[in-house]
């Protein structure tokens, strides 16, 4: 019903920078929450950054100072700017939407997208 699309991973150095984005698509109304996840090999998915609807938002101590999130309501598009990225960053990175809403519907829905790998090497 609701399809999120992560791009913009890959290979990069570090002290690097990249820029994720994240599209949702479907019959959507409204998307309250939305945010980025990593997981590294052999480790837990852990929170990045969220930012609700009205753009506040929320870092993990590791992305505070480095890294930014935003987002485009109009497009129901969120990005992640990361900047001075460590190798410790390489991870797959997961889009989340939290607190949909489809037209028409009563109903909240949660989406993760499929992932894009991010690796921070030299």
């Known amino acids: 019903q609701v399809q999120l699309v992560e791009s913009g991973g890959g290979l990069v150095q570090p002290g690097g920078s990249l820029r994720l984005s994240c599209a949702a698509s479907?019959?959507?109304?409204?998307?309250?929450?939305m945010g980025w996840y990593r997981q590294a090999p052999g480790k837990q998915r852990e929170l990045v950054a969220t930012?609700?609807?009205?753009?506040?938002?929320m870092y993990a101590d590791s992305a505070k100072g480095r890294f930014t999130i935003s987002r485009e309501n109009a497009k129901n598009t969120v990005y992640l700017q990361m900047n001075s990225l460590k190798p410790e960053d390489t991870a797959v990175y997961f889009c989340?939407?939290?607190?949909?809403?489809?037209?028409?519907?009563?109903?909240?829905?949660?989406?993760w997208g499929q992932g894009t790998q991010v690796t921070v090497s030299s």
């Open positions: 989340n939407a939290e607190k949909i809403l489809l037209r028409g519907s009563r109903n909240y829905l949660t989406s």
């Open positions: 479907g019959n959507i109304f409204i998307i309250n929450d």
């Open positions: 930012i609700s609807r009205g753009g506040s938002t």
